[in-house]
């Protein structure tokens, strides 16, 4: 009796952290999303935020920043060509990066390489969620 009483807490036990450990993966690609999404905020906000004086219709129509699950009509090959057009951003001048900003937004700062990062690790974890 008593060892099966043992077994059970030991069951109950194992059946909890399981749930934690998911909990924490959940709580973790929260986490990659929303760096993700404040990086391509600061970054390409001016034209593909909603809502703004710089706001572009045509970039929208490719993502569009105002909402959580932006990522969810871009398919994988759009999605690298995010990140490319972000890495490349990060050894321009001034100059170059101006001359990609829409006139009257906020001056324009290279990505630094923890930004590119945290956008590169959303596209690895994105890719394998979504097969297509
Ligand atoms: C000056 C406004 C502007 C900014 C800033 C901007 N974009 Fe765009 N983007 C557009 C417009 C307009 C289009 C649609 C027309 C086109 O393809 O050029 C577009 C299209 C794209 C495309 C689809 C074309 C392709 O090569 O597949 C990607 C990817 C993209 N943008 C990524 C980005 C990323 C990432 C950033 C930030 C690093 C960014 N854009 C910043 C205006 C902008």
Partial sequence: MKQRAALLFVFLL??????????????SFTVIRKRAHDVLTKHCGSCHLPGLLTTNQNALKIFNLGTDSWFL????????????????????????????????????????????????????????????
């Fill in 73 to 132: 009509n871009v398919d994988e090959k759009r999605m690298q060509a995010m990140l490319g057009r972000l890495k490349s951003r990060e050894s321009m001048s001034q100059i170059e990066l101006l001359h990609l900003s829409p006139k009257g937004g906020p001056s324009p700062v290279a990505p630094t390489s923890e930004e590119i990062q945290d956008f590169s690790y959303f596209v690895s974890s994105w890719i394998l969620n979504n097969p297509n």
């Fill in 14 to 27: 194992l059946l909890s952290s399981i749930g934690e450990g998911v909990e924490r993966r959940e709580d």
